[in-house]
């Protein structure tokens, strides 16, 4: 896809949702449209902005807009589609009674990170025709069972296509039925599998494009850099790599050669610590013209 998309990750606390503001302003007065959606729970950015964000996109300036995420809302749309589906595909569960089974969806493993892959291929899909879409991440945690539900997903899902089409084998049942020379595939059950594979490795490709930025924002002191480690080595363990070091509230002493050797390999963007307030568009652009935030 031609739309550049950037993650901005990290410990809780160093900024990621500042420095995506940031980013977004200075991409879109260079003249790129750009979104800058929120799946951070805790929506950072109406404080930032100083203004009210809901599911659908606000203008905040010419080129940019802003999106918050309710997770809830999507939880509650994927557990509403999977029973649909269910229903669907065992027409006869009246008969035995299984309403009652379908409630335990709402307890599942994982739901969380879904709801957000959910929300992330809405948002992806809806906005092909913007330049940059920048996502304010969650929690370090919940990031990264996010990255890495593709992947798992990916497995998990050929496993159980695999053990569906054994089981169909052995028991001889023929899944296709011939009208005249077109071939209509019978199980319900294993086209979903297979869509679903589809849609995982899809999600996983552009996790890993050409295209798309993830930035891992930190802070100068040890906490920061440990936890920056971890989450390198995690997302290395899953295919993913980071893009550039993003150097938050930092100081002119605060340089590449201070970090863990583990760290010092990777781009790093310096965003010199504020000595006001960044809450309001005024202050975030009064920032951005007095400090460039340049690579180096």
Same mark, same amino acid.
């Given at each position: 896809?031609?739309?550049?998309?950037?993650?901005?990750?990290? &410990?809780?606390?160093?900024?990621?949702?500042?420095?995506?503001? %940031?980013?977004?302003?200075?991409?879109?007065?260079?003249?790129?449209?750009?979104?800058?959606?929120?799946?951070?729970?805790?929506?950072?950015?109406?404080?930032?902005?100083?203004?009210?964000?809901?599911?659908?996109?606000?203008?905040?300036?010419?080129?940019?807009?802003?999106?918050?995420?309710?997770?809830?809302?999507?939880?509650?749309?994927?557990?509403?589609?999977?029973?649909?589906?269910?229903?669907?595909?065992?027409?006869?569960?009246?008969?035995?009674?299984?309403?009652?089974?379908?409630?335990?969806? &709402?307890?599942?493993?994982?739901?969380?990170?879904?709801?957000?892959?959910?929300?992330?291929?809405?948002?992806?899909?809806?906005?092909?025709?913007?330049?940059?879409?920048?996502?304010?991440?969650?929690?370090?945690?919940?990031?990264?069972?996010?990255?890495?539900?593709?992947?798992?997903?990916?497995?998990?899902?050929?496993?159980?296509?695999?053990?569906?089409?054994?089981?169909?084998?052995?028991?001889?049942?023929?899944?296709?039925?011939?009208?005249?020379?077109?071939?209509?595939?019978?199980?319900?059950?294993?086209?979903?599998?297979?869509?679903?594979?589809?849609?995982?490795?899809?999600?996983?490709?552009?996790?890993?494009?050409?295209?798309?930025?993830?930035?891992?924002?930190?802070?100068?002191?040890?906490?920061?850099?440990?936890?920056?480690?971890?989450?390198?080595?995690?997302?290395?363990?899953?295919?993913?790599?980071?893009?550039?070091?993003? %150097?938050? &509230?930092?100081?002119?002493?605060?340089?590449?050669?201070?970090?863990?050797?583990?760290?010092?390999?990777?781009?790093?963007?310096?965003?010199?610590?504020?000595?006001?307030?960044?809450?309001?568009?005024?202050?975030?652009?009064?920032?951005?013209?007095?400090?460039?935030?340049?690579?180096?």
């Amino acid at each position: 896809m031609s739309t550049t998309l950037h993650f901005f990750i990290g &410990k809780g606390g160093v900024g990621k949702s500042t420095t995506s503001a %940031l980013t977004a302003i200075r991409l879109a007065r260079s003249g790129q449209r750009t979104l800058l959606v929120s799946l951070d729970p805790a929506h950072n950015q109406r404080d930032i902005f100083e203004k009210d964000f809901s599911e659908k996109p606000t203008p905040v300036l010419p080129n940019l807009a802003v999106r918050e995420i309710e997770v809830d809302r999507w939880v509650k749309d994927y557990l509403k589609e999977s029973s649909a589906l269910l229903k669907k595909a065992y027409a006869y569960q009246s008969a035995f009674n299984l309403q009652r089974h379908f409630n335990v969806l &709402k307890f599942a493993p994982g739901l969380e990170e879904h709801a957000l892959l959910l929300a992330f291929d809405d948002t992806v899909r809806g906005n092909t025709h913007l330049d940059a879409i920048l996502f304010d991440m969650p929690p370090t945690a919940l990031t990264l069972r996010f990255f890495s539900l593709p992947s798992i997903s990916c497995l998990w899902l050929q496993e159980l296509l695999d053990l569906r089409t054994r089981i169909y084998a052995k028991k001889a049942i023929v899944s296709k039925i011939k009208w005249r020379s077109i071939e209509i595939e019978q199980d319900k059950v294993r086209q979903r599998l297979q869509t679903l594979i589809e849609d995982s490795c899809r999600h996983k490709s552009l996790f890993t494009a050409a295209s798309t930025w993830i930035n891992l924002v930190l802070n100068n002191d040890p906490l920061s850099c440990s936890e920056a480690q971890r989450i390198c080595r995690k997302l290395n363990d899953i295919g993913m790599t980071v893009t550039r070091l993003i %150097l938050n &509230k930092c100081r002119p002493e605060d340089t590449p050669d201070t970090f863990h050797r583990a760290l010092r390999a990777y781009p790093v963007r310096r965003f010199p610590l504020s000595d006001t307030r960044l809450t309001g568009l005024p202050a975030l652009e009064n920032y951005l013209l007095h400090h460039p935030c340049r690579i180096v």
